[in-house]
């Protein structure tokens, strides 16, 4: 248990419906950030903010939207999905300007069909 | 062809022998390294950090070496045992807000 909790664990969607992946901490950490993993990709970062604020879009496509409203939960709204877009998805967490590691949540496995 | 999945390297050891995981990583700025643990259907989990004024640094059955000349680092587990199978995955941070890049990933198969 690290202290960062996402849910749904898993979630199918078809690709006209519209829906949210949740992460929170309760770690005091400053910084949220959404990673993919899929089968044909390493780890690859998405969205970051720090203080709330989004600092890094790494460009994601628009039927992926993030929200932050404070700095204990994140968001990641989903719409519109295709088929390629199934993956795990990942929500981290850091305290930033302490010199220590962000810690991962257990992600939300998606299938879009 | 398109390939249909990530072809991740394999390590396999016997249980009780040492195991050593290499990563080389891209950026010179980097200036903190973290390894991190991946077990089937769960989110990484971490292991172990160094910063780069440190070239090894020691935890519980864990060491990880950091060479800057060549841009590598090196987890070695002591004593591997069953539980340790897992993907095991560096990530580099170039410093700011603790963006992390990760490596490929390597899988660990611990055999009885």
């Known amino acids: 248990e690290t202290g960062v909790t996402q849910t749904p664990r898993h979630l199918v969607m078809g690709m006209t419906n519209k829906k949210s992946l949740k992460c929170e901490q309760h770690?005091?950490?400053?910084?949220m950030y959404w990673y993919k993993q899929s089968a044909k990709k390493p780890l690859e970062l998405m969205f970051v903010?720090?203080?709330?604020?989004?600092?890094e879009n790494n460009s994601v496509p628009s039927r992926f939207s993030p929200e932050c409203p404070n700095s204990s939960h994140l968001f990641l709204h989903l719409h519109t999905l295709q088929p390629e877009d199934s993956a795990l998805y990942l929500c981290?967490?850091?305290?930033?300007?302490?010199?220590?590691?962000?810690?991962f949540g257990q992600g939300t496995r998606l299938t879009v069909v | 062809g398109e390939s249909v999945g990530l072809h991740l390297p394999t390590l396999s050891v016997q249980e009780g022998d040492n195991s050593i995981i290499n990563c080389a990583y891209s950026n010179s700025a980097s200036d903190y390294f973290i390894w991190y643990k991946q077990e089937s259907g769960k989110g990484p989990q971490f292991i172990i950090d160094i910063r780069s004024n440190m070239d090894k640094r020691q935890g519980q059955r864990v060491t990880v070496l950091l060479n800057k000349t060549v841009k590598h680092l090196s987890l070695q587990i002591a004593a591997t045992q069953p539980g340790d199978s897992a993907v095991y995955f560096c990530?580099?941070?170039?410093?700011?807000?603790?963006?992390?890049?990760f490596g490929a990933g390597t899988r660990l198969a611990v055999h009885p």
């Open positions: 903010y720090s203080l709330e604020e989004r600092v």
């Open positions: 770690l005091g950490h400053n910084a």
């Open positions: 981290a967490s850091s305290l930033l300007g302490t010199g220590k590691p962000a810690f």
């Open positions: 990530a580099e941070i170039p410093g700011g807000y603790n963006k992390l890049i």
